[in-house]
């Protein structure tokens, strides 16, 4: 299974982002999937997660401002993210977990906040 995320770019503080995450197979093998960032100097957090029966969860950073959801249909996860700051600045990688397999990365997509 691959992972393909898209979306990234640089925005102004404030501004809104939508990141992809499309999957080459079927996503109803996993159990959860998420996206996780890393900035520089720093280690990889989770951002927003996601269960096969769609029950969500965030780091508190981003409560209220990212939402994440799910197309079973187009085999894809969305990270919506609003009101963004220049500490969300990271790259952003999709993450897929089955508890048949070792964790699914995709590559990552950059997101720079500045103005």
């Known amino acids: 299974v691959q992972l393909q995320a898209s979306g990234g770019g640089l925005v102004q503080p404030g501004g809104s982002l939508r990141l992809s995450c499309v999957a080459s197979?079927?996503?109803?093998?996993?159990?959860?999937m998420g996206w996780y960032r890393q900035a520089p100097g720093k280690q990889r957090e989770l951002v927003a997660d996601?269960?096969?029966?769609?029950?969500?969860n965030y780091a508190d950073s981003v409560k209220g401002r990212f939402t994440i959801s799910k197309d079973n249909a187009k085999n894809s996860v969305y990270l919506q993210m609003n009101s963004l700051k220049p500490e969300d600045a990271a790259v952003y990688y999709c993450?897929?977990?089955?508890?048949?397999?070792?964790?699914?990365w995709g590559k990552g997509t950059q997101v720079t906040v500045s103005s």
């Open positions: 996601i269960t096969s029966g769609g029950s969500t």
């Open positions: 197979g079927s996503i109803f093998r996993f159990n959860v």
């Open positions: 993450n897929a977990q089955s508890p048949y397999s070792l964790p699914y």
